[in-house]
């Protein structure tokens, strides 16, 4: 082997276990038929009363092949990241980088108007901004009389 | 390719102080892919530009290090978080059998791709068979 990994001064056992969570979740999504087990890509979420900004840290994936939808107050994300194509001969020395197709799902804590959801995607973060529906701000109620 | 490197750890001090950085460092997720000449090593390091991250070769150990700009939902409220945003850094011992040298680096969509050429000598030849 010509490479390997300079251990000398980061060895680090939670790094390892959290390899071995993502594999064993693999292994088990591989047998349910979500490749990725329902924990990728790993998200964010930021609220304010206005809106909600969903993050995904989807590294190395096309954009035009995302499948972004909203209904209601439930935001889901379907994609798929590729695996890197092996030419005969080659092969893996380490292979940690999850690969494909996976869906996630959230329940926000209001309804989104769908029409103004925005989504941009840049050095592997994808970003949706999703503004609050109008029925579902809070109103103040005048007290009469 | 069995005959051809050991591993040398490089010679230290007794003690090595472990360094803590001064913001949370992660390592990033690794395919290393080893091809007939060269290897090909992969980093997922989303929210990373090209700017931002810096490869350095000294001493036959590779280090990658990036760093993050400052996240754009700040003065939000974070509702869930399942990962965060923070600098990356790992780093590779090269071997004898690599050319160091002829290192290409690319970063596209927060995947960092390096691939090491294989020493002109250790890549495979196609031998001619003289007479007639």
Known sequence: MTIWEFETMDWDPWRDLSRMRRRVNRLLGELSGTALGGTFPPLNVSTTGEKAVVTAAVPGINPDELDISVENDVLTIRGSREPEKLQEGERYRRHERDHGPFTRSLSLPFAVDADRVEASYSNGLLSIELPRSEESRPRRIEIKG | ?132
């Open chain 2, 1 to 132: 390719m069995s005959d051809e490197t050991r591993v040398s750890k490089p010679e230290r001090e007794t003690v090595v102080p472990e360094p803590v950085e001064s913001e949370p460092t992660y390592s990033p997720a690794v395919d290393i892919i080893e091809k007939a000449d060269s290897v090909a090593i992969l980093a997922d390091m989303p929210g990373v530009s090209r700017d931002d991250v810096e490869v350095v070769l000294e001493k036959g150990v590779l280090s990658i290090d990036a760093r993050l700009g400052e996240s754009r939902t700040v003065g939000m409220k974070l509702q869930r978080q399942e990962f965060e945003l923070g600098s990356f850094h790992r780093c590779f011992s090269v071997g004898e059998g690599l050319d160091p040298e002829g290192i290409e680096a690319t970063m596209k969509d927060g995947v960092l791709r390096l691939v090491i050429p294989m020493a002109e000598r250790y890549q495979p030849r196609r031998i001619e068979i003289k007479g007639k």
